[in-house]
Nanobody, 125 residues
Framework: VQLQASGGGLVQAGGSLRLSCAAS????????MGWFRQAPGKERDFVAA????????YYGDSVKGRFTISRDNAKNTVYLQMSVLKPEDTAAYFC???????????????????WGQGTLVTVSS
């Protein structure tokens, strides 16, 4: 599976942005998908994940209520809708795919089999 993230850019605090991650291959629906982010000089952190069917979603504490993850299996794409953006949301955002069915591991980078390149989000104050 190859993943291509897009949609990053510069936005003012309080604004919104939608990231997309397009996957190659015909087995997209076999993977749960996640988003992680990494700010300069910091570790990569879990942002959100979504089950294979899209029915169940998971969020990191810092983005709950502001970010929404969704997927369209017909388009092989996962999205991250980001709202009420804060300067501390500034980071490179990475999408990832996991074949694991145990949702308790979705917040862990080690659970993911495939990673896309990052897309940079900059939130100005």
């Amino acid at each position: 599976v190859q993943l291509q993230a897009s949609g990053g850019g510069l936005v003012q605090a309080g604004g919104s942005l939608r990231l997309s991650c397009a996957a190659s291959g015909r087995t997209f629906s076999s993977y749960a998908m996640g988003w992680f982010r990494q700010a300069p000089g910091k570790e990569r952190d879990f942002v959100a994940a979504i089950s294979r069917t899209g029915i169940t979603t998971y969020y990191g504490d810092s983005v709950k209520g502001r970010f929404t993850i969704s997927r369209d299996n017909a388009k092989n794409t996962v999205y991250l809708q980001m709202s009420v953006l804060k300067p501390e949301d500034t980071a490179a955002y990475f999408c990832a795919a996991t074949s694991r069915s145990y949702s308790g591991s979705y917040h862990l980078q080690t659970a993911y089999d495939y990673w896309g390149q990052g897309t940079l989000v900059t939130v100005s104050s």
